[in-house]
């Protein structure tokens, strides 16, 4: 579904992404690792258009989108749920999921997939005529989470889900992106707790200083001495 090839990017004249290479497959939950400054943000910014490559190609569903503008990607079916959540606090929590459906193939759609969301995420339907800024930590995620299922996407691509959270509210969100993975949504999940990550995906790839170090099957990314000690604290 989504191929990178040979990325690079820059910030100005600074390098950033140094020849990036990797690939998710329809249905797949791949794990995209790193520590804070890896280049995992910038590489989900440049895939969305909001950065534009010194080199390389991007595909998705076999079309180059590289010098595509962001609206026709997420048109494609490519949606975002942004690191730190970024909801519009003063607006209610069903106005903010309502904005995730904005694009022409996705309004029409918006009543049926709203009661997708909020069967996902039940304490949503509790809180939607609520501040969404009145709203937990945990609670924010689940309804950017919510806000980037209202597009209807191809492909969704998590940054940073675990940002912020308790344990017992990360665990919620985790469970809720099982749930997702089970109904084969294709996803990219950009994280740094990588123990979460690699026991939820099927394949984990590994970014430090802007390029892929380290790519395999998440059970075999879990089980390496490599990742232990410098990912997992062992």
Do not use: C
């Amino acid at each position: 579904m989504l191929e990178v090839k040979e990325l690079y990017v820059a910030y100005g004249i600074t390098p950033v992404l140094y020849g990036v290479s990797l690939a998710v497959n329809t249905g797949e939950m791949v794990a995209l690792l790193g520590s804070n400054g890896a280049g995992k943000s910038t590489l989900i910014n440049t895939i969305l258009g909001m950065l534009k490559p010194t080199k390389g190609e991007i595909f998705f569903e076999g079309k180059s989108i590289e010098k595509m503008p962001p609206h026709a990607i997420i048109r494609r079916g490519i949606a975002q749920v942004p690191e730190a959540r970024r909801v519009f606090p003063y607006m209610s929590v069903e106005d903010n999921l309502m904005v995730g459906a904005y694009n022409t193939s996705a309004w029409p759609l918006r009543r049926k997939t709203i009661e997708r969301v909020y069967s996902m995420f039940p304490i949503l339907l509790e809180r939607k005529d609520q501040s969404a800024g009145t709203l937990s930590g945990g609670e924010q995620q689940m309804m950017a989470i919510g806000r980037g299922l209202m597009s209807n996407p191809k492909l969704l691509m998590v940054d940073e889900p675990s940002l912020g959270l308790a344990p017992k509210v990360l665990e919620v969100v985790y469970d809720t992106l099982s749930k997702l993975k089970e109904e084969k949504i294709t996803m990219m999940l950009s994280e740094q707790n990588a123990r979460q990550a690699l026991l939820t995906t099927d394949r984990g790839y590994i970014m430090e200083n802007g390029r892929i170090v380290l790519a395999d099957k998440s059970k075999n990314l879990l089980n390496s001495d490599a990742v232990k000690k410098a990912y997992l604290g062992m």
